[in-house]
């Protein structure tokens, strides 16, 4: 098992920068990849990015693609998202989700869908006002 906590949102203007976080604690040895989804009411959950555990190899949604940056830190066991700068469609509930390693290799390219996340924290509120 693999637990994960979010922590960093809040309620910012447009044009303002937000970094979230996500500390992972369990089987972290395992993780093969993390990623950052994000939810707003009355949509699906929509993947934002993803890292690659070992290499940090990242992936980027193109609607975030040049203002989202992914990092991960693996002495810490923690993964961020630095968003910069934000926009009021980027209000959603963001969620850090983690899997762990796949019997076969996956392109984190692909990994878009949440089905492919075993792992989830509770989720953060971000809020872009105009």
């Known amino acids: 098992q693999v637990q994960l906590v979010e922590s960093g949102g809040g309620l910012v203007h447009a044009g303002a920068s937000l970094r979230l976080s996500c500390a992972a604690s369990?089987?972290?040895?395992?993780?093969?990849?993390m990623g950052w989804f994000r939810q707003a009411p009355g949509q699906e959950r929509e993947r934002v990015a993803s890292?690659?555990?070992?290499?940090?190899?990242?992936y980027y949604s193109d609607s975030v693609k040049g203002r989202f940056t992914v990092s991960r830190d693996n002495a810490k066991n923690t993964v961020s998202l630095q968003m910069n700068p934000l926009r009021p469609e980027d209000t959603a509930v963001y969620y850090c989700?983690?899997?762990?390693?796949?019997?076969?290799?996956?392109?984190?390219?692909?990994?878009?869908?949440?089905?492919?996340?075993?792992?989830w924290g509770q989720g953060t509120q971000v809020t872009v006002s105009s």
């Open positions: 989700a983690a899997r762990n390693h796949p019997a076969q290799l996956i392109d984190i390219a692909t990994m878009t869908s949440p089905s492919y996340y075993g792992y």
């Open positions: 369990g089987r972290t040895w395992d993780i093969y990849a």
């Open positions: 890292i690659r555990w070992s290499d940090g190899n990242p």
